[in-house]
């Protein structure tokens, strides 16, 4: 590698007490010179990894994202479904729509409503789908403005457009159309002539997390920069938005202060005037008609009753809001059982929970649906289980639509496992549900199974995880083995049929594992909490003590045993490179953060100071550089065999952390370090099927290469 001091674009000064980095000219993302030595690395890996049969191996990967027979899922709006579908003809994707009877049918006939590869070849952008927004017709029915969101590479900032779905066309500014250049934010629509805009674009717009800190009220015809600014947040809080909730009969202006990534500020416009919604920063609420949620994510004392962490609570909006402290508890987690989602049919909510990581759903029907429809007199909720979900699988229910007067209580069922192709059913309250579609099998299932097992981590607490192998499995400490997790801002690991995973892992004889670690949220607030800033060790101790059970019981061995990760699960697998080197025989790591001490200067991530603490904090410092891998790279180790793959366009967490470490490890004389640098697909790392399919073929042919042998 070229000497870092040698021309002038890299010898940066450092701030004193700053840890020397010999790296900081590759964090000009889009520089000629970094993207210079971009290409020559990633010429590097493919050389090395694309060889063999690795053209077959990302064909069939490529075939299971491209099949014709996935399950388009759908999302009702009036009368139509509408579904964005992306396959080997149409690899930026179709915006489509059908009717109900077509849907059912094994060939339903869609109505193309925009095509995202002619419109990128027409206007030279590669444009990325990021989904519409419709305006609520007054019919209710006959839903036909949307504002549609396009990337243009794949990255978090999106432009927004109107768009006309009866007319199939884009309304342009000169004909009065809504249209609003590429910024993080979002829109919401008021009323026909009137956006609600949250966006970065205009003067002191960013916050210091880089996203809006302002929200405009935005008429038809009007520049953004001379619109009404209606809210706005101070400049080192995450974000501001707004929106405007339509259901016919409660129509309201809302909007947001999000202080940190787990600290939020609610208020409702009253009055012409913002009244906040007189809640702690830490409980999560959700209005639905009449009623308001609350979700504590932390223990909430109410006039001197606590309510756990993690349980769902209920309340009449307007009482509330006029100081009623009357709760109702809706559920309570315990040891074993937690709140993940929940879901409002027109007379029912759906509650979705984990227990011991394997899907639960309860039926509860809140008083006022009448005690005609079974309900109580004393104002008590009922409530009883909805049987649809079998062990070590994962089942989501959430409503079709809860404001068709003729379907208002129907449902859809997702329900998954490691070895259960994807089924798409639908139900009716009271009524039992059906199965609609269901996905194919990619790989061979009747061969392998599924178990789940228990680690005990350095502090003794029990940690789950899931492992899919061969029936046949010979416990001899041979079988290469991919271990798999994630651990960070309360995002749960569950089963989930993949394709991908079948082919380019278990059919070659291959072990899968995940590891469902503190700092998930398996287990509701509280086992997020456990691994949190100061404690984050505790989430690396878990996912080595899974590495250390599964070797223990000669599934594995360390030269056998290898782990991936993408985002904060690429900080873990980080730290498994750095702290137990020891376990694994090689680490994926993709989009990655890795640079601890740099990590808020860095695209998005002064947002997750909440998660990781704030290395501007000499105290918190202390700790954070612990778990910074980018520091903690030794002379004289014995390091895994390294892949380190990231995206250009990547702009929460960016490629700078992922470069540096490639680029340090390289100039260490770390032998077997690869690297490789989309140059387009934002944070996952891939903006079409093809990209994706690339990708998940370079670290799985990485991975077998490394632990076969």
């Known amino acids: 590698m070229t000497d ?35 290409r020559e690395q990633n010429a590097r890996t493919e050389e090395l990894l694309e060889t063999g049969d690795y053209p077959e191996l990302e064909a069939q990967i490529l075939e299971v994202m491209d099949s014709q027979d996935r399950i388009p899922m759908v999302t009702k709006r009036g009368d139509w479904y509408y579904n964005f579908w992306r396959d080997a003809s149409n690899p930026k994707g179709l915006w489509r729509r059908t009717r109900w009877e077509s849907y059912m049918t094994d060939s339903p006939e869609w109505e193309i409503l925009l095509d995202v590869d002619a419109l990128a070849a027409t206007e030279g952008v590669e444009w990325v789908w990021g989904g519409a927004g419709f305006l609520r017709p007054d019919d209710g029915k006959s839903w036909r403005r949307c504002m549609v969101r396009l990337s243009p590479d794949g990255g978090d900032a999106v432009t927004v457009r109107e768009y006309d779905v009866e007319d199939r066309a884009f309304i342009a500014p000169e004909a009065g159309g809504f249209e609003l250049p590429a910024a993080k934010g979002g829109v919401d629509w008021l009323d026909v002539d009137t956006l609600i805009v949250s966006s970065t674009l205009g003067e002191d717009a960013v916050t210091t997390s880089s996203y809006p800190r302002i929200v405009r009220r935005l008429p038809r015809g009007a520049a953004l920069e001379d619109a009404e600014v209606i809210f706005e947040v101070p400049a080192d809080h995450l974000m501001g938005g707004a929106g405007f909730d339509d259901t016919p009969g ?15 500020r609610h208020s409702i416009w009253r009055d012409d005037a913002w009244r906040e919604i ?58 074993h059982t937690s709140l993940q989602s929940w ?61 068709d007067p003729d379907a208002g209580d129907d449902y859809w069922l997702i329900a998954t496992g490691f070895l259960t192709p994807t089924t798409l059913l639908r139900g009716t309250i009271g009524g039992g549900h059906a199965e609609v579609k269901r996905a194919p099998s990619f790989f061979d299932e009747s061969r392998l199974t599924v178990e789940q097992h228990f680690a005990t981590s350095a502090d003794g607490t029990r940690v789950p995880y899931f492992q899919v192998g061969p029936k046949d499995l010979e416990l001899n400490g041979a079988a290469p083995t991919q271990l798999s997790g994630y651990g960070g801002f309360e995002i749960s690991r569950t089963p989930a049929y993949s394709g991908v995973v079948g082919r380019a892992w278990l059919e070659r004889g291959g072990v899968y594992v995940v590891a469902n670690i503190r700092g998930g949220g398996e287990y509701g607030p509280a086992w997020h909490q456990a691994a949190l ?39 873990l697998v980080g730290n498994m490179l750095v702290n137990f080197p020891s376990l694994f025989g090689a680490i994926s790591c993709g989009v990655p953060l ?19 603490g704030d290395p501007d904090v000499p105290e918190q410092w202390e700790y954070l550089k612990t778990f910074s891998p980018y520091h903690l790279l030794r002379d004289g180790v014995d390091y895994p065999d390294t892949f380190i793959w990231t995206a250009t366009s990547d702009d929460r967490v960016g490629p700078v952390q992922a ?21 387009e697909g934002g944070h996952a790392g891939a903006s079409d099927n093809r990209q994706a399919a690339a990708l998940q073929a370079r670290s799985a042919a990485f991975l077998w290469r490394s632990l076969e042998s």
């Not at 909510?349 to 007199?377: E, F, K, W």
């Not at 994962?394 to 079709?400: G, K």
């Not at 690396?540 to 594995?556: G, H, K, N, Q, S």
């Not at 640079?595 to 002064?606: F, H």
């Open 4 to 38: 870092p001091t040698e021309t002038p674009a890299r010898t940066l000064a450092h701030a004193p007490g700053e840890p020397v980095d010999e790296n900081l000219w590759l964090e000009d993302i889009r520089g000629e010179e970094q993207l210079a030595w971009v």
């Open 250 to 264: 409660f129509e309201r202006l809302l909007a947001s202060d999000r202080i940190s990534f787990f600290d939020v």
């Open 278 to 335: 007189p809640v702690p920063t830490d409980v999560d609420i959700d209005l639905h008609r009449e009623w308001i949620l609350f979700r504590p994510q932390r223990d909430w004392d109410v006039d001197g009753v606590v309510h756990d962490a993690g349980s769902l609570l209920a309340a009449d909006f307007e009482a509330f809001l006029g100081g009623s402290t009357q709760l109702t508890v809706l559920f309570s987690p315990d040891a």
């Open 343 to 403: 879901s409002w049919t027109k007379t029912r909510l759906l509650v979705n929970l984990l227990r011991d990581v394997s899907s639960q759903i309860r039926v509860l029907m809140p008083p006022s649906a009448g005690a005609g429809a079974g309900s109580t007199d004393d104002g008590a909720w009922s409530s009883e289980e909805l049987d649809a979900c079998p062990p070590l699988h994962l089942v989501e229910s959430y409503a079709v639509d809860d404001e």
């Open 533 to 571: 800033k100061e404690n984050r060790h505790r989430s690396y101790e878990d996912f080595a003590a899974v590495a250390l059970d599964l070797i223990r019981r000669e599934v594995t061995s360390p030269e056998h045993l290898g782990c991936t990760g993408g985002s904060n699960g690429g900080l």
């Open 594 to 612: 890795l640079d601890m001490r740099r990590y808020t200067k860095l695209s998005a991530g002064t947002s997750w100071i909440a998660e990781y």
């Open 659 to 679: 470069r540096k470490m490639a680029a340090r490890m390289e100039a260490m004389g770390i032998p077997n370090v690869w690297y490789h640098e989309a140059l």
